[in-house]
């Protein structure tokens, strides 16, 4: 996300020189706010960087950019999903387990 943020930009400022207007911000615009920014679209907040994304001048960098941000939000989903399904594997291992040593103390 940083390099398509980055080149985002480079547009902006282009467009700016030749006496254009641009409404592009640059909301990532080093490194470790890259990480910081895609930590937080991994719990849900990703509407800033996207409306960001949209305003983008150049429009080669919107279409990748918008399609790596839906690959990124698939595959977080995917993920969290897959956490999910192993945290309730685990509980339901623990609770068998339980009743087994409750039905063997009883004995």
């Given at each position: 996300f940083y390099i398509i943020f980055t080149a985002c930009e480079r547009a902006s400022k282009q467009i700016k020189e030749k006496g254009g207007t641009s409404e592009?911000?640059?909301?990532i615009d080093n490194p470790l706010e890259a990480l910081l920014r895609t930590f937080i679209m991994t719990i849900g907040e990703f509407m800033t960087?996207?409306?960001?994304?949209?305003?983008?001048d150049s429009v080669l960098m919107n279409f990748i950019g918008k399609i790596i941000f839906l690959i990124f939000e698939i595959f977080v989903s995917i993920l969290q999903f897959n956490l999910?399904?192993?945290?309730?594997?685990?509980?339901y291992e623990t609770i068998f387990e339980t009743k087994k040593e409750w039905n063997r103390q009883n004995k």
């Open positions: 592009f911000q640059n909301v960087i996207y409306k960001e994304m949209a305003s983008c999910l399904i192993a945290m309730m594997t685990r509980t």
